[in-house]
């Protein structure tokens, strides 16, 4: 353009900025540069795109920098600027920042939009501060700018989160009410945190509206309900979860079947669990260290230690690493079924992978060892606990407790009692039975 001797402009410059910021914030500052030593004036648009550019690049500190620079030469940035300042200053956390530049906005004549809203609304409920986003919800209604389902969604999520389930039910209502229709994801969060609190009618209720309005439960969906159903012990209702869910042709994937193995061990039907196991490889699924732990779990309760030893064989052939919670299976199981000395074996296994265990880890041991009699051992791992910047709870301080009175040692147990109240450890009633 140049050597053709078109003249440029500032229309010309705000684009090649835009193009440079998708690229690399600092050469559009290098055409601003370019636009002041030409004469030209920058536009808000030449502003705004360069806040826009350092956002991308996630230099927040630095776009906020150069908007107040922008707004102390005396532009007035408009709505896209803002959106853009909020968003970034939402996405490092300064959500109250973002909160506070409503107020300039309205000092500044520029109305915010849906999307200045539910950009803080939203990051407030992520911060867990419901309470905020509502008030930020009744100014934005407050002023006639009607919440669209991102909104709603956004609300609803904090109040889950908060377990104030009542609350999002109700303002799914109220959604609805204004012909505003949830989505997939709005209806399966309700019906999770539902299921989650045993409100698992309140959550058919809710997955009956949803498909009145044609919208079709997913994957997610039906785990939550399976979910509901095995955490309330109906695991004959989660089966039929399952069944539904395949029928509707939506392919279950391996947490649908964990969850259905962990509801058949909790029941005490292993048979049923390793069919469901069984099915899912059947399916071409690989089955992961959560199935595998959940099912290795069951059969240790069940007193079924060899099959236990088995599938723990094959978990290991199929590549999987154990984890703190498989270990854990792993240590209750044998020290329950009577094999000490290789949940020991195994716990010094886990200090190769682990550096520092869990004090469920501890407490699993220390209290297998003080059953089988070995006082002075259990004593010894107790006393590592401190040694591993661990605090012993009310499982831990109970075991030794416990193995000092069994042993006739009074004084020492009382000694202990006073320890574990000086620790800050209340003692807590099946401590005295």
Known sequence: MELAGISHNVYTFNILINCFCHLHADSGFSVLAKIIKLGFEPSVVTFSTLVNGLCVEGRIARAVEFFNDMVARGYEPNL??????????????????????????????????????????????????????LDIFSQMKGKSIEPDVITYTSLM?????????????????????????????????????????????????????????GVEPNIFTYNSLMDGYCLRREVVEARKILDVMISKGCSPDVLSYSILINGYCK?????????????????????????????IGGLFQAGRVLEAKELLKDMYTQGHSLNLVTYSILLDGLSKQGYLDQALEIFREMQNSYSNPELVIYNILVDAIRKSMKLEDA?????????????????????????????????????????????????CIWLFL
């Open 157 to 213: 999520h904090g109040l889950c989160n908060s377990d104030q389930w009542k609350e999002a039910s109700a303002l799914l209502n109220e959604m609805m009410g204004l012909n505003i229709m949830p989505d997939v994801v709005t209806f399966s969060m309700l019906i999770d945190t539902l299921c989650k609190e045993g409100e698992v009618s309140e959550a058919q209720g809710v997955l009956k509206k949803m498909t009145e309005k």
């Open 379 to 427: 004593r010894e791992l107790f006393l590592k606990l401190h040694v591993k910047g661990l605090l012993p709870d009310v499982r831990s301080w109970t075991s030794i407790i416990s193995g000092l009175c069994r042993e006739g040692l009074l004084d020492e147990a009382y000694k202990a009692f006073r320890e574990m109240e000086r620790d800050g450890c209340p003692p």
């Open 80 to 133: 896209h600027t803002y959106n853009t300042i909020i968003n970034g200053l939402c996405k490092i956390g300064d959500t109250s920042v973002a909160a506070g530049l409503l107020k300039k906005m309205d000092e500044a004549g520029c109305e915010p939009d849906v999307v200045t809203y539910n950009t803080i609304i939203d990051n407030l409920c992520k911060d867990r501060l419901v309470n905020e986003a």
């Open 267 to 295: 029941t005490k039907r292993i048979d049923d669990a390793k069919q469901v196991f069984d099915e899912m490889i059947h399916h071409g699924l690989i089955p992961d260290t959560v199935s595998y732990s959940n099912l």
